[in-house]
């Protein structure tokens, strides 16, 4: 959301304030990629936290989320290249991610939650589910 709505602003700022210098827009996009970067980087957690809570393992949680991140990426680039982009311009494509990306925020944030953190213990009711305790292999 930060990103998709902030970069618009951000570049008509910058230039309405007539800075003749590319270096301060340019600093600003990295600042503002790197807030969207840790952004979404703490999503995947998130999300396969929300996964296995719902009785995945921790690695099909992990599998899963992998596989939906590069299958929404391809569909979304596909989406914005060749539909948003051409028929919304820049400005109304960063609008409708971030909406998409707001409601997807709001959709997490409705999920039930667990008590704590998942089980590794074997105590599985105490967990109150969660994932399945990790096996101890020793040798």
């Known amino acids: 959301v930060l990103f998709a709505l902030g970069l618009p602003r951000l570049a008509g700022a910058v230039s309405e304030a007539g800075v003749p210098d590319g270096a301060v827009l340019e600093t600003l996009l990295y600042l503002l990629v ?10 995947f ?22 596989a939906w991140d590069h ?8 989406a914005a290249g060749v539909l948003l982009l051409p028929v919304l311009g820049i400005g109304g494509t960063c609008a409708v991610l971030g909406g998409l990306k707001g409601a997807g925020l709001l959709l997490a944030a409705a999920m039930p939650r667990s008590p704590g953190p998942p089980c590794y213990t074997g105590d599985n009711a105490r967990c109150g589910g969660g994932f399945p305790a990790a096996e101890s292999h020793t040798g």
Do not use: H, I
């Not at 996964?51 to 989320?65: H, P, S």
């Not at 299958?71 to 596909?78: E, I, K, P, S, Y």
């Open 34 to 43: 790197a807030a969207a970067g840790w952004a979404v980087g703490a999503e």
């Open 45 to 66: 957690p998130l999300g396969t936290r929300l996964y296995g809570d719902a009785g995945g393992g921790v690695g099909n949680a992990a599998a899963v989320m992998d």
């Open 71 to 78: 299958t929404g990426a391809a569909v979304g680039a596909l």
